[in-house]
Structures are given as C-alpha cells and as structure tokens.
C-alpha cells in the first residue's frame, strides 16, 4: 500500500474517532475555545477545573483545579469566580477569600432580597480561611478551605485543612485547633483557632434538618467588587455576565455595611445580627426557641432583636432584657457577645475571641436607646 493511502486511512480514522464523543462536548459562553468535556458518570472538565459528582469531595484540594499556579496564591481558574459580602461572619479575626463555581449550562435563580439564591446542582461554593502577618515570619497562613458542594440529594460539606508548608489541603471532617500568634493593627494576638467538624458545620448551615449556605443572598453581594484582571463591576452583574445569575431586580433591599459610621445605628446591628447571629436565631434555626429574630428583615420590630424583651433563662447578674435600653450590664445580648466563656458565649460555635469592633457598636446602640420597658 502506497504512502499516500497509509496517510488517507490514518486521517480518516482519526476524524470518525473525533466524531464519536460530539455528545460529551459542551462549548464554554457558546465558542469552542475553551470547551468543558463530561463524560458518562457526570464528570465535568473544563481544562482546568474537574468535577465529578459522584466522587466528590476529593481527598485533596488541588484535586478540583479551582485555583491555577501556585496553590496557596488562590488565583481562579477560568470559571471560578472570587466574590465578596457586604458584611461577614467574624470568626476570630481571619480573613476570608470567597469563590463559586458552576458547570457549563447551569444558573441560579433570584428568589428574594433576603433570600439565598437558588444553586443549581454543581454548584460549589469555596471558602478560604487564612490570617497575615503570622508571626514570627509575619508571613500569610492559609488554615482551611471549606467547602459547599450542590448535588441531587443537597448540599454537601467538605474540609480541607493545610499543611505548614501551603503547598496542599487535605480533606478532614474530624476537626482540629491551630495555635496562631500574629500581629493586627499593630498589636500582637494569638487564638487557638478552630476548624470545625461536620457536626459544628451543620450546627450552624441549616434550616430544620437541611444544609444550606449562609451568605450568598442578593441583600449581601449587591455591591461593586474589584476582580484580579483590575475591573471593578457590581458583583450581581457579573454574576450575571458569567452565566451564573439568570437575572435580579433592578432594586434590592441591601445591607448597610456595620462598619459605616455614616449608616443608621440600628440599621448598623441589624446588618450584623443577620449575618452572624440570624443563621441560628431564626425559624428552624438551631435557637429557633429563642425569643428573638435576628434576620434583617425581622430585626426591624424592636421586639425581634431583644429591646424590652426578658431573656428565656437566668444567668444572673442582673441581666433583666435581653437588650434593655441604656443599660449594658443588664442586657444579655451584650453579655453574650462580650465573653469568651464557652457556656454562654454566642455565637456558640465559630468564635473564641471577643469581636472588640461589634461590642463598641452594640455598646453604643444600647446605651443610645431611650425606650421605656414596662
């Protein structure tokens, strides 16, 4: 057989072999530049980023591809998308880097202002959990990466702790403390940090007996956002650009950021409550059987967030209200937060240390209140 027909076959054969997997290729944004490839069992390759639902979580991090180069630099991959929140759970002064991603071909959906968006299966939801200036090389420590993965039966939890070297993190659901010593704004701190077990995660993303997220509601990510290629957008549209947001009101409902001074006090500690208390102190909450709604919305009526109202147990010490007006020492909700004993501390889980910036805040609400209890 000449050379030529050698040639004519090897081609031919190649192309019908190219044929027979059109029905596992999926094109990114509608082009062929960067197509996702699924196979049989539902794993999804984007080139850089895999997924196979069925096997997941993995044992290692580096194992989804979400972050390119240098694994401890957090750079997304293409199609793993960085966001941020208007305001953020404190867990003893960490710092957060939040991402999302979604196959190809799937959106969430915009229910309400203070309501999470409904995720598609697939989606999964990363979060980063580090401190800088860890001493004594002042250096960044990255601690653990949780994760929320969205499949058929609901969501599911994943974490992954880092070796000291930040080279890889290994998935672990026992749970585990960190000693961390590092310096911020200029003073030395130290916390035996805690990476929670399954049992702490679902004690807190949960409503009745389902796991949920706790932060992604249009009320928080309705702001501008500054992404690594320097562009600054408003995080829903982009959400929307990048396919993962079908689409959203024109007005929303938003949070005050606490921090803003210029902001009304109240508005200030309701924007707070709802993302670090509301979780638990809401209907099918872990503290559902508390007297106090602390969602944005509920935390309006002055009776929802504590003010007047008798706490449901005695602690002592002349706590009378859960918040009454005036008064610091006689108010249980800033009893609570200013104390890192275990037995009555809130929140309950997730925080060691006293958050010194909220308790002047909630300090100054209080003492600015002039209602009369009966």
């Not at 027909?5 to 090897?10: D, F, P, R």
């Not at 993965?149 to 026992?174: C, H, K, M, P, S």
């Amino acid at each position: 057989m000449s050379k030529y027909y050698l040639t004519l076959l090897t081609f031919l054969f190649a192309l019908l072999l190219s044929c027979g997997n059109d029905d596992n290729y999926i094109p990114v944004n509608e082009t062929d530049d960067d197509p996702i490839m699924t196979d049989d069992q539902g794993t999804v390759d984007d080139m850089n980023v895999t997924v196979d639902l069925t096997a997941v979580p993995f044992t290692s991090l580096s194992e989804y591809g979400f972050f390119d180069g240098n694994l401890a630099d957090l750079i997304p991959n293409q199609g793993v998308l960085e966001y941020s929140l208007i305001n953020k759970l404190f867990s003893d002064y960490s710092i957060k880097k939040r991402f999302i991603w979604m196959p190809e071909g799937v959106t969430s959906t915009y229910d309400s202002d203070n309501k999470l968006l409904i995720f598609p299966i697939g989606t999964i939801i990363v979060k980063n959990f580090f401190y800088d200036n860890v001493l004594p090389a002042n250096s960044r420590r990255i601690l653990e990466t949780r994760m929320l993965i969205r499949t058929a039966d609901g969501w599911e939890f994943a974490n992954y702790v880092w070796n000291e070297a930040q080279t890889e993190a290994t998935l672990d659901l026992d749970g585990s403390n960190v000693d961390i010593m590092w310096e911020l704004n200029g003073e030395t701190r130290s916390v035996n940090y805690r990476i929670p077990n399954i049992a702490e995660c679902q004690t807190c993303h949960k409503t009745g007996d389902t796991s949920i997220p706790i932060g992604p509601k249009p009320q928080n990510l309705n702001k501008s956002f500054t992404y690594s290629d320097g562009t600054t957008e408003n995080q829903l549209q982009k959400w929307l650009d990048a396919g993962y947001l079908q689409s959203f009101p024109n007005s929303i409902n938003t949070l005050v950021d606490w921090e803003d001074t210029s902001a009304p006090i109240k508005d200030r500690v309701r924007s707070y409550a709802e993302v670090n208390c509301a979780h638990c102190h809401i209907d099918e909450g872990h503290c559902s059987y508390r007297p106090i709604r602390l969602d944005y919305a509920s935390s309006i009526l002055d009776e929802n967030i504590g003010i007047c109202v008798e706490p449901d147990e005695d602690l002592g010490g002349g706590l009378s209200h859960i918040i009454k007006p005036g008064n610091i020492g006689r108010s249980t909700l800033f009893f609570r937060l200013n104390t890192t004993a275990e037995e009555v501390r809130m929140p309950l889980l997730g925080r060691t240390l006293i958050h010194d910036e909220a308790i002047t805040l909630i300090e100054e609400f209080i003492n600015q209140l002039e209602t009369e209890c009966e």
